[in-house]
């Protein structure tokens, strides 16, 4: 008897315990969300296993997972794409793993990040270390990380307490992130990277979305403006000729197959475009890509209806603007033909 009551007791102080904190964080201005985490891009991929000539794959960075709406291009076309590209990422290890380890030989659109794209083929470097940890982990994923991953999803589809994301935001809440936000007394030797802040909502079937609050907090914009500015002065020289001779080796690859490959340019705006345009010009960059590639490409400066559209922190769209570009870049590729034969539901 005085089991059963020491259990109840304890189970109506976790109930509080939790009902407090999960409060506390919303109080915050917080909201549940999707951890944007390798078992969700895992479960994607596996998808691809059983893809035909009638699928699309999205690759890419964060401006193609951000811009290129699921829900809105399965709205267009009446199929659902597999979105796999990755933030802070280069797009070349997904697509090595694609060409290489699948027989996959429909459509795959690569959104281009020119800083990123062109950065590195150096396995340590973090573009490339991130893409490839989330390939490693879907060929090693155990099936007690896959079972724990599917019953997690409800429960981070409901309580703000269970954001506990790769990637290390300043305003992460779990415990993890907490104590590394103690100043222990330790000296820095390098100049602290300005504060970023989680700025995108994940929902399934895998789709990121910019936060409202990212699209209409203005001081909260350049918070993340800051830091995308921070990161471009201290990025090392692009190696564009050692990445352009990796990509081209599997785009070679993946045509001869019968592969469809198509390049999008997504759009960014203000200080970042201006330093892309002085460090990464057209013409050096995306331009040579296309000529060596052979394949579709479209970049939203040859556009009207694309050129100025405006990113709210520079660098990627916010909800409402990313479903309109995603509209109209199916309608542009419909009309040349280059999509398969998507009913339009």
């Known amino acids: 008897m005085k089991l059963k009551q020491s259990l109840i007791i304890a189970l109506i102080f976790v109930i509080i315990g939790i009902t407090s904190w999960e409060s506390y964080w ?35 960075s964060s401006r193609a997972y951000f811009d290129i709406q699921v829900g809105q291009w399965k709205n267009e076309t009446g199929k659902e794409p597999l979105q796999l590209a990755s933030t802070g990422s280069s797009p070349l290890p997904t697509f090595h793993d694609i060409v290489n380890n699948t027989e996959f030989n ?46 997690s999803v409800p429960l981070q589809q409901n309580l703000v307490l269970m954001s506990a994301d790769e990637e290390e935001w300043n305003d992460d809440i779990d415990l993890k992130a907490l104590l590394k936000r103690i100043n222990w007394g330790k000296l820095d030797t390098l100049p602290p990277t300005p504060p970023f802040y989680n700025f995108g909502d994940v929902s399934l079937p895998r789709n990121m979305s910019m936060m409202p609050r990212a699209a209409t907090d203005t001081a909260f914009a350049n918070s993340i403006i800051k830091v995308w500015h921070f990161f471009g002065k201290g990025s090392p020289p692009p190696e564009k000729d050692a990445t352009t001779a990796f990509f081209m080796h599997d785009v070679k690859k993946f045509k001869e197959r019968g592969g469809n490959l ?57 909800l409402e603007d990313a479903n309109f570009f995603t509209k109209e870049l199916v309608e542009i590729l419909k009309k040349d033909n280059v999509l398969p034969n998507h009913k339009t539901k």
Request: with cysteine; net charge neutral.
């Open 262 to 318: 198509i390049l999008v340019r997504p759009p960014s705006s203000g200080g970042v475009r201006i330093g892309e345009n002085m460090g990464l010009p057209r013409d050096r960059f995306w331009d040579s890509l296309v000529h060596v590639a052979q394949v579709k490409s479209y970049h939203f400066e040859d556009y009207a209806q694309l050129k100025n559209l405006t990113c709210p922190e520079e660098s990627h769209l916010s």
């Open 26 to 60: 919303r109080a915050q201005g917080l909201h549940p969300t999707l951890n944007d985490e390798k078992a969700l891009w895992a479960m994607t991929r596996a998808k691809v296993e059983e893809a035909t000539k009638e699928d699309v794959i999205i690759l890419g």
């Open 106 to 151: 429909g459509t795959i659109i690569v959104g281009v990040t020119p800083g990123l794209l062109f950065s590195t083929t150096y396995p340590k470097a973090f573009p490339w270390e991130r893409p490839q940890s989330k390939v490693d982990f879907y060929f090693n994923r155990t099936y007690a990380q896959r079972l724990n991953f599917l019953l």
